[in-house]
């Protein structure tokens, strides 16, 4: 069990008061449970821009009828494999396809496939999310 340590924080009224009510239109129980995931967030921003182990997921929207996307698509991942721990294809109409792919590994790598897939022409869309993969989770 990690040791709980408690510490003031002084804050303007209104600041307060903003905080606050975003964090019921959020749902925390309480402002310590927000701040720690403000500070684990502002961490994992830290390791990200620093290049530290992250771990997060791909999404890809595209035009599957495009010639030779899918191809593009495997050849990147297999280029990147070290990095992707599974993906998941979904068939969203009969023309767009989303792509999940989950990934953990150093910041900069996981943002040049996210480049390369995001790149490929027939993808609509892709976003980049990511997480720390280690002592920021706790």
Same mark, same amino acid.
């Given at each position: 069990?990690?040791?709980?340590?408690?510490?003031?924080?002084?804050?303007?009224?209104?600041?307060?008061?903003?905080?606050?009510?975003?964090?019921?239109a !959020?749902?925390?129980?309480?402002?310590s449970?927000?701040?720690?995931?403000? #500070?684990?967030?502002?961490?994992i921003?830290?390791?990200? !821009?620093?290049?530290?182990?992250?771990?997060?997921a791909v999404?890809?929207?595209?035009?599957?009828?495009?010639?030779d996307?899918?191809?593009?698509i495997?050849?990147?991942q297999?280029?990147f494999?070290?990095?992707?721990?599974s993906?998941?294809?979904?068939?969203?109409d009969?023309?767009?396809?989303?792509?999940i #792919?989950a990934?953990?590994?150093?910041?900069?790598?996981v943002?040049r496939?996210?480049?390369s897939l995001r790149? #490929?022409?027939?993808v609509?869309?892709?976003?980049?999310?990511?997480?720390g993969?280690?002592e920021?989770?706790?």
């Amino acid at each position: 069990m990690t040791k709980l340590v408690r510490f003031g924080v002084s804050l303007e009224k209104d600041l307060l008061a903003k905080f606050d009510a975003l964090l019921s239109a !959020k749902g925390y129980a309480s402002r310590s449970e927000a701040f720690r995931d403000l #500070i684990r967030g502002t961490l994992i921003e830290k390791d990200w !821009k620093e290049g530290e182990k992250v771990a997060g997921a791909v999404t890809l929207v595209y035009d599957h009828h495009r010639k030779d996307l899918l191809g593009r698509i495997m050849d990147i991942q297999h280029d990147f494999h070290h990095l992707i721990i599974s993906t998941q294809h979904i068939h969203l109409d009969h023309d767009h396809c989303l792509e999940i #792919i989950a990934v953990r590994g150093r910041a900069g790598d996981v943002g040049r496939l996210a480049d390369s897939l995001r790149s #490929i022409k027939g993808v609509k869309h892709g976003t980049v999310s990511m997480s720390g993969a280690d002592e920021n989770l706790e």
